[in-house]
């Protein structure tokens, strides 16, 4: 069987012309003259967390892969475009020159395929990657020529961070909110506090990862509020740190094409993981289960089973494996 070998990209690099080569050379010199230094390479492009655990997996599985090569002859036969519309342009070229055997993109170029002048339903792509399978049935809705090229893959998170820490204070509870609906927010956390609970407030967009980690490790339970997700990182952060989540899922219905899909909040949520609901009596009756010590999970194992960096990888390198 022959080695597989990927590369991965998220961003335009300087081309392999010799303006390209000319502007790699230019830019740290001007950097100099100025007497500035160079500002470093940003680590991971595209969608951070998506990035993140993909490379990150693939070293622990000992891949051999490289990420955004600057020059042509660097790229490898299996090719990802994580990110990127004027990348996977180039690429597209390369696959149809034939120097690329199988191409993937996704899942963070469109939020639409009809986006771009429909660029995801390229004959060129093997696999059009979404993270779930309501998106991957809004896609398919909007463009039904993607129903035999598209996939589902997910990424991981990094368990050896996202761990417990310790016994959590049993009074504390996250209320993560990821809606404009400010009057929302304050009426669930007031149930949660009615429940004899503490409220840490997680306000998406607003917090970086040691605050949430911290948060998690205090926290007996997360009750999320979000309308829908095509994943929910977020949630296997906290599932990954022992915690279960107990999410509003008001299954909000779109049209594409006029097709009714049905969206989710929570596509990965699991009766391991936590519970889902969708009017406030519901969640009432949760936490009373939860102060009655009714309730039992195990979000940690399920993510170490499933959510691991190096279980997403793995999941991609089949996915590619498995494409002739």
Not at 91 to 111: D, M, S, T, V
Not at 170 to 189: G, H, L, P, Q
Not at 208 to 236: C, H, M, P, W
Not at 278 to 294: C, D, P, R, V
């Amino acid at each position: 069987m022959k080695p597989f070998a990927l590369t991965i990209f998220t961003e335009p690099i300087y081309a392999e012309d010799f303006i390209g080569r000319a502007k790699s050379f230019v830019r740290p010199l001007k950097y100099f003259l100025q007497g500035r230094e160079l500002p470093g390479k940003k680590k991971f492009g595209g969608h951070y967390a998506v990035t993140r655990s993909l490379i990150e997996g693939l070293n622990k599985i000992n891949a051999d892969f490289n990420y955004n090569p600057s020059y042509e002859k660097d790229i490898r036969e299996n090719v990802i475009v994580l990110a990127g519309v004027e990348r996977l342009k180039k690429i597209i070229r390369l696959k149809n020159k034939g120097k690329i055997r199988r191409l993937f993109a996704g899942p963070n170029i469109c939020e639409s395929p009809n986006e771009e002048d429909g660029i995801l339903a390229d004959q060129a792509i093997d696999v059009c990657i979404v993270n779930s399978q309501w998106t991957r049935e809004a896609f398919i809705a909007e463009r039904n020529e993607l129903k035999e090229r598209i996939g589902i893959w997910y990424a991981g998170v990094a368990t050896d961070y996202w761990k417990p820490q310790g016994p959590a204070r049993s009074r504390d509870a996250i209320v993560y909110c990821k809606t404009n609906d400010t009057a929302f927010c304050k009426e669930v956390e007031d149930i949660v506090r009615d429940s004899s609970y503490n409220v840490i407030r997680i306000q998406y967009g607003n917090y970086n990862i040691e605050e949430y980690k911290d948060a998690l490790s205090r926290s007996s339970f997360a009750v999320f509020l979000s309308k829908s997700e095509s994943q929910g990182i977020a949630l296997t952060e906290a599932w990954s740190m022992n915690v279960p989540t107990y999410v509003w899922d008001p299954r909000e219905v779109i049209y594409k094409n006029g097709i009714a899909v049905e969206t989710t909040s929570c596509p990965y949520l699991t009766k391991e993981t936590g519970l889902r609901w969708k009017e406030t009596a519901e969640l009432k009756n949760i936490l009373a289960q939860t102060n009655e010590n009714s309730l039992s999970f195990e979000p940690r194992k399920q993510v170490m089973d499933l959510f691991s960096d190096e279980q997403s990888a793995r999941n991609l390198v089949n996915m590619f494996v498995s494409v002739n």
